[in-house]
């Protein structure tokens, strides 16, 4: 599976074990510095060491990418800061990042582990905010992965992640997401950012995607 997913791509990748998520996230940021692009992970874990490890390669440098300023891998808390999260506020800091980044690179890449949001977003929150990385994106030489542990984040949160991503990676495929909404999310603010979505809700939303079995 090719993760170069094109101009603007706003990507949701839903997975149920951390090697699902690195193989994403190694193959994802390799792909985009054999191409000259600036790639940045944030991750959940306590240590970006690990990350710098599995992305390093027989024809990738990390130490040099680093030093070019190519790769960045950074933990949540330091990328988000701990602050009281304002999706106007970030979406001016991450066009800020995104628009200095594309003067000396030919594309951006963005892989973000959502675990953070546990901490930081009520699901109306978060909501709203994926719904708005939609206008970030958009026409622009970005693409960008937000993943989600299906083991961790609640139902409503999988739901939110859900109707604010047009492409989905589930079952170790790509796939358009017939539940996107995300403009009339926006067109409606701040009236559908909340959710009452179960596990029986996404359960059968997730049965969309799955491969199907041979008989």
């Given at each position: 599976?090719?993760?170069?997913?094109?101009?603007?791509?706003?990507?949701?990748?839903?997975?149920?074990?951390?090697?699902?998520?690195?193989?994403?996230?190694?193959?994802?940021?390799?792909?985009?510095?054999?191409?000259?692009?600036?790639?940045?992970?944030?991750?959940?874990?306590?240590?970006?060491?690990?990350?710098?490890?599995?992305?390093?390669?027989?024809?990738?440098?990390?130490?040099?990418?680093?030093?070019?300023?190519?790769?960045?891998?950074?933990?949540?808390?330091?990328?988000?800061?701990?602050?009281?999260?304002?999706?106007?506020?970030?979406?001016?800091?991450?066009?800020?990042l995104i628009d200095g980044k594309l003067e000396h690179f030919p594309g951006v890449r963005l892989a973000a582990d959502m675990r953070w949001t546990r901490e930081y977003l009520a699901t109306p929150e978060l909501?709203?905010?994926?719904?708005?990385?939609?206008?970030?994106?958009?026409?622009?030489?970005?693409?960008?992965?937000?993943?989600?542990?299906?083991?961790?984040?609640?139902?409503?949160?999988?739901?939110?992640?859900?109707?604010?991503?047009?492409?989905?990676?589930?079952?170790?495929?790509?796939?358009?997401?017939?539940?996107?909404?995300?403009?009339?999310?926006?067109?409606?603010?701040?009236?559908?950012?909340a959710s009452d979505a179960d596990a029986a809700t996404i359960e059968a939303m997730l049965s969309t995607f799955r491969k199907p079995t041979s008989k």
């Open positions: 599976m090719s993760l170069d997913f094109g101009r603007g791509a706003h990507v949701c990748q839903l997975f149920k074990t951390r090697s699902e998520q690195r193989e994403v996230t190694r193959q994802f940021i390799q792909e985009g510095l054999a191409r000259g692009e600036y790639c940045l992970h944030v991750t959940s874990d306590p240590s970006v060491d690990d990350w710098y490890n599995a992305i390093q390669a027989p024809d990738i440098d990390v130490m040099s990418e680093r030093i070019r300023g190519a790769l960045e891998v950074l933990t949540a808390l330091d990328w988000y800061q701990k602050t009281d999260f304002n999706s106007v506020t970030q979406a001016r800091r991450l066009w800020q909501c709203h905010w994926e719904a708005t990385a939609n206008l970030i994106f958009e026409d622009v030489n970005v693409q960008a992965i937000c993943q989600y542990d299906l083991d961790y984040h609640s139902p409503v949160e999988i739901h939110a992640a859900l109707r604010t991503h047009p492409v989905v990676i589930y079952d170790g495929r790509l796939q358009p997401n017939p539940y996107y909404e995300a403009q009339t999310i926006l067109a409606n603010e701040p009236h559908l950012n």
